[in-house]
């Protein structure tokens, strides 16, 4: 059973930063990508993020710039650096892992007060 696990969320001001991580059960190579989305209340989950086991990186257009996704292979983390926030990056953040079959970690809460 493939385990996904989000941390660092948080309450933040317009322009401050905060770095997300997901730790996943194995080896991050064993999937094809792994990424984010994202969640603003009454909006449909967004893409936001993805890099693929051959560390190619995609954003989503408004936050190219300001996020940066990485990997740790040493401690099988995907990681989100999100700086400049935003109000409108206010959601709950969702890690996903692309292998044989899509897996979700359970969402962290991210909330940027203007």
């Known amino acids: 059973q493939v385990q996904l696990v989000e941390s660092g969320g948080g309450l933040v001001q317009a322009g401050g930063s905060l770095r997300l991580s997901c730790a996943v059960s194995?080896?991050?190579?064993?999937?094809?990508?792994m990424g984010w989305y994202r969640q603003a209340p009454g909006n449909e989950r967004e893409f936001v993020a993805q890099?693929?086991?051959?560390?190619?990186?995609s954003y989503l257009d408004s936050v190219k710039g300001r996020f940066t996704i990485s990997r740790d292979i040493a401690k099988n983390t995907v990681n989100l650096q999100m700086n400049s926030l935003k109000p409108e990056d206010t959601g709950v953040y969702y890690c996903?892992?692309?292998?044989?079959?899509?897996?979700w970690g359970q969402g962290t809460q991210v909330t940027v007060s203007s």
């Open positions: 996903y892992a692309l292998g044989r079959g899509t897996f």
């Open positions: 194995g080896s991050i190579f064993s999937f094809n990508a």
């Open positions: 890099v693929t086991s051959g560390a190619r990186e």
